[in-house]
């Protein structure tokens, strides 16, 4: 078999046999197949697209494609959730611990930011100390310890995922539905969770900018769980504009630890506490209305907070940041944007946002680029907002003039303003479940 026809293959359309899978994820996995091979079946891939059988074949490969964690030592049902990936989404930091807070074991490997978006490994790191590399009986240990992990995918997980991630990242093939759905639902098998609950973002900041194209990675990615013995619910969320104010590592943190203290943004809090309360239905604590009550109730007796401290503490990070946010590494330059003109800001393009971000040092430019965990964007004012010219639209953290700049550039072209306030958008679309899809009351 050659590499070469099987991206001809798929650049004519056809549909790959399970061995032909087999063999591009190994062959990629161990290194006999070099980059430019993958890169060129990604693309053949992104522009072909995969029939279902083909994306379930790819997943249960690339899940096999290293360790499969065994977490059946930890008593009880565990439950894991992860994000398709957005903007200023911080919602591991606060449902996880509220999960973990209501008795429910989290075992989470989370990613670093891909593309546009920002991935929980690098906001966590914004912790000073904060280890997320950690090897198996740690992370075990600290889960019957703590009740709660999250690290980076660690060596040997899903390691097919992990040089794809990376070689998406960089060749412009990350917005392609069979790639995403088996870069998560590979990564969330074998990392043996019970109960996996899947945030796909729909927006301007989405890699699915439309609901239609959410709700089919949705049920693709609910499918091929339930198919291998998980429990698997997806809620579709609006990624139209950033969740809550703050874009960059540290903001993230800071912000995310404003709703565990009960306040913070209000779009933030209630996606946040609707995947808390869907992570604890999945793993048996009770009905919907029930579990939301139990996920309110653990942040407002601080018990969601103490665990994110315990976990922080507990990965050798110094847990003193988050009740005292002037410990956090500071950015060496910071600056407001002011408004160019009155009137209502309509729209933000909420991938440009991100990209502003990456700009300013949140995110990488190239594989392996360190980021600056202070750098990033505080939103003053989100779409709906009446602006006077003058005022500050938003704050911006960086590193130097050169990058102050390009980001300020790259966010005021995101705004788009209008003389009437846009029509509200819902923020938690539908529900998809083994069941199929429930919309919102
Ligand atoms: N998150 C992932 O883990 N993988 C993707 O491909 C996109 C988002």
Redesign the pocket.
Known sequence: MRMYDIILKKRGGGELTPVEIGFFVDGYTSGEIPDYQASALMMAVYFRGMTEAETACLTMAMARSGDQVDLSSIPGVKADK????GVGDKTTLIAAPVAAACGVPVAKMS?RG?GHTGGTVDKLESIPGLCTSMDRERFLEQVRRVGLCVAGQSGNLAPADKKL?AL?DVTAT?DSMP??AA??MS?KIAAGSDAIVLDVKTGSGA?MKTEEQALALAREMVAIGENVGRRVTALITDMDMPLGHCIGNALEVMEAVEVLRGGGPEDLARVSLELAANMLHLAGKGELPACRALAREAISSGRALEKLCQMAAAQGGDARVLEDFSLFPKAALCREVLAEQSGYLAAVDTEACGTASVLLGAGREKKGDAVDHAAGIVMLKKPGDRVEKGEALARLYTSCEERFAQGRERYLKALTFAEEPPAPRELILARVGRDGTERPE
């Open positions: 992860h994000s398709t990936g990613g891909l991630y998406r990350v790639l995403i870069s998560i990564k890699f």
